[in-house]
């Protein structure tokens, strides 16, 4: 058995705040969080989020003046 933690569409959307329906046009547009199907099913892997919200992260203070 896998000990790979996921987040279901409502689950992710919740936490980012975003609606379930943002999420989707995401998964169209290739733009979102990175997410697996199993069948029909969306799951979103909790590490692979992290990592993916990680790189995105912006520091103010080290932009350029």
Request: hydrophobic content about 35%; aromatic content about 10%; glycine content about 4%.
């Amino acid at each position: 058995m896998s000990d790979i933690e996921y987040r279901t569409t409502p689950e992710q959307a919740a936490l980012m705040r975003v609606s379930e329906q943002t999420l989707r046009q995401w998964r169209m547009q290739r733009k979102g969080p990175p997410f697996v199907k199993f069948g029909q099913r969306v799951l979103y892997p909790v590490v692979a989020f992290n990592e993916w919200q990680a790189d995105r992260m912006t520091n103010p203070a080290s932009a350029p003046k």
